[in-house]
């Protein structure tokens, strides 16, 4: 009786630590580093602990403690999920950090002494300080927070009697742009630069208006005199996409309050992050020239304080610049760029020239799909001991820290190791193709677990959004889930994509001959099609479905042929003229992506938006939006939903209650991911 319990008990304890494919509920047992900073001695790194809350179905983020030894790391939790803590940024010194966190109510600025762990709320007032710098001397915080003012009333209005039920106030609108996806209608008020002291006190206002002063946030000079920071106040730029100019206001002096910023650049287009070189004397930044192109490329431009034209400093790299910093001795940059699916970081020499690779790739932070992204940063005294922090592309669980010391990886601190241990996961494979016109395309494979290539399989193609975005090889939740339920996911950057070069960018503007949805349209079927060469494809079973801009192509591509079991148009644009005039980014809209007025161009917006085309379409399709998404409002899934029901075409809409574009909470995304699965099997042969 022993030895039959003793096989028993082994038996039940292998099958409760066998390897299993990845199921939803993973998505509460992974976690992710989406956020580093190292100290300015580099001994220590400073990193998150993103994860999702089963109880509360929310993120929650912890930040840790890495100490940087010389071939290993050490860590300990610094500040609890509870906290709610953001933002955190290293002071002079390497001895505190400064975080927000909420305190009364309202989120507030905190500083921690690191080695007592105690952190203490340094401000009390009304404003949400977010974007935290420090001063060079370690005195002062610099900060930008909104200023609220009284939404306006319906005049004449009879005041409410004490104790009465009213419906809730009106919103009163006159500004040109009222609402934003990720903050949702925007209260009234402006945008402001602040200083206060390390140890507490009043904050100061720096800048006056009633309108947005900064745009960001702010960077002190060397000297600590005044403080260097983006912002769009010439006269009609709320309806000017991206344009923006940098601005110096002096902080020292008695009365710092009523300084008057300096605008240190005029340039037509977008100027942003701009940084002052350790001596101050070059002013660097993020930039992107006013075009009319579909897509305007960021880069790092560079020129003297005292004057002079600018010199683009990456045109020879031809590839988008996300952040960047000055070297200790002023006499390079280090920037982090889209390069063809990855985030890769580079030196480049201020004075020009060749960049030198000093981080082959940081890792995709988004988890719900392999888009590219990542965190970096660097610290130490000199290049010797220089330390580097990243997350980590990972390409079978999310993003990890890294840390490289001499140009060495001296470790990672993973979370997911112990559940990675227990999971069967499927390959991932690398695959190029030609498109139609010969222009070569990129993308990957994501196979299901105990793929058998005697075996048949569905091929699942998911189109990324943008569309100026990009995908990469990385750990993704949605397709992970695709690839345990048996289908081979496909994912792809089309030309429009980043990371490729401007011009493959702007393959889908007028200026190189293409249009938005087009050509994008031929690489993705070409990619299909060399799937289906492989003796595993089943071709009486293919899927097709992306979000934003992705579901513009699923939508172009299902009234374009019939190859499709089934779609799934995620948050899609189907008419430009409601995207152009109700989405939080009608600016950019009207001066980039269909050039001119709906009321001036009809022909053109029509031509365009795939809800032209929907008379055409009978594959089955799925329309997934959030409620409260404005950057792609639900309107338009509607109304291309009612069309597919009146025409008989099979069609099902989930909405997203409260969900904006990102699709909302941990469970709305799992609810997304499970309904495009279910929809695919119910049309599959």
């Known amino acids: 009786m022993k030895i039959a319990l003793l096989v028993a008990a082994l038996f039940a304890s292998t099958a409760i630590h066998a390897a299993s494919p990845v199921e ?22 400073l990193f998150t602990r993103q994860q999702f809350d089963i109880q509360t179905d929310r993120r929650v983020t912890e930040w840790w403690l890495a100490a940087v030894g010389k071939t290993s790391l050490d860590k300990r939790l610094l500040i609890g999920g509870a906290a709610g803590a953001s933002g955190a940024a290293w002071a002079p010194g390497a001895k505190r ?3 927000v966190a909420p305190y009364l109510g309202k989120p507030q600025l905190w500083v921690m002494d690191v080695a007592e762990g105690i952190g203490k709320p340094v401000t009390s007032g009304n404003v949400a300080p977010r974007s935290l710098e420090w001063s060079p001397d370690g005195t002062r915080i610099a900060f930008a927070a909104r200023v609220e003012t009284s939404m306006p009333k319906v005049p004449g209005m009879p005041d409410k009697p004490a104790g009465a039920t009213w419906a809730p106030d009106p919103r009163v609108i006159t500004d040109w742009q009222y609402r934003t996806n990720d903050g949702g209608y925007i209260k009234a008020g402006a945008d402001h630069l602040f200083v206060v002291a390390a140890a507490g006190g009043a904050p100061t206002q720096l800048t006056k208006g009633d309108a947005n002063q900064i745009d960001g946030g702010a960077h002190w000079a060397p000297d600590g005199q005044s403080l260097i920071y983006a912002a ?5 730029n709320d309806r000017t996409a991206g344009e923006t100019d940098i601005y110096r206001i002096p902080v020292s002096g008695a009365a710092p309050a009523n300084a008057t910023p300096e605008r240190l650049t005029s340039i037509d287009g977008g100027e942003q992050d701009a940084r002052l070189s350790p001596d101050g004397q070059w002013l660097a930044w993020i930039g992107q020239p006013k075009t009319t192109k579909f897509y305007a490329q960021p880069g790092v431009w560079l020129r003297r304080v005292s004057g002079g034209e600018p010199v683009h400093l990456t045109a020879a ?3 988008p610049v996300g952040s960047f910093e000055w070297a200790k001795d002023g006499k390079a940059l280090h920037v982090a760029y889209g390069d063809a699916g990855l985030v890769r970081v580079a030196t480049i020499p201020a004075s020009g020239g060749a960049a030198k690779i000093i981080v082959p790739q940081i890792g995709g932070t988004r988890l719900y799909l392999p888009s590219s992204g990542g965190d970096w940063s660097t610290g130490g005294d000199t290049p010797r001991n220089q330390t580097l922090a990243f997350t980590t592309v990972e390409t079978d669980r999310p993003a990890a820290l890294g840390v490289m010391k001499a140009g060495k990886l001296i470790g990672k601190i993973d979370f997911n190791e112990k559940w990675r241990a227990e999971k069967q996961i499927g390959a991932m494979e690398r695959l190029t193709w030609k498109a139609p016109d010969g222009l070569a395309i990129e993308g990957w494979l994501q196979y299901p677990p105990s793929f058998d290539p005697a075996k048949k399989y569905p091929v699942a193609l998911e189109i990324h959004g943008g569309p100026n975005g990009d995908y990469g090889p990385y750990f993704s939740i949605t397709h992970q889930l695709y690839a345990a339920a048996g289908y081979v996911v496909l994912w792809t950057n089309p030309r429009g994509s980043t990371g490729y070069g401007e011009k493959f960018s702007n393959g889908i503007t007028p200026e190189y001959g293409g249009e938005y949805p087009g050509p994008d349209h031929d690489d993705l079927m070409a990619g299909m099609d060399e799937v289906l060469k492989r003796p595993w494809a089943d071709a009486k079973n293919q899927f097709i479905g992306g979000g934003s801009g992705g579901g513009v192509l699923t939508t172009f591509a299902i009234a374009k042929t019939d190859r499709f079991n089934a779609a799934a148009a995620l948050r899609p644009v189907t008419d430009w003229s409601i995207q152009a005039l109700t989405s939080d980014i009608t600016a950019l809209t009207l001066s980039n992506w269909v050039v001119g007025n709906p009321w001036d161009n009809r022909d053109l ?15 089955p399709t799925l329309l997934i939006t959030g409620e409260a998404d404005y950057r792609t409002p639900i309107a338009q899934t509607e109304a291309y939903y009612q069309a597919l029901k009146q025409r ?14 990102g699709m909302g909470r941990p469970s709305q995304w799992l609810q997304s991911n499970l309904a495009v699965i279910d929809w695919y099997n119910r049309f599959k042969k």
């Open 605 to 619: 917006y029509w031509r365009r938006s795939t809800f032209s085309m929907v008379g055409k379409v009978k594959t």
């Open 317 to 319: 790299l031809d590839r």
């Open 97 to 99: 950090i400064a975080y």
């Open 232 to 236: 769009a106040v010439r006269p009609g």
């Open 648 to 661: 008989g075409v099979p069609a099902m809409m989930v909405r997203l209650p409260e969900a904006t574009h």
């Open 24 to 45: 939803p509920a993973d998505l509460y047992r992974i976690s992710m580093t989406d956020a580093v900073e190292v100290s300015p001695d580099g001994a220590h790194v």
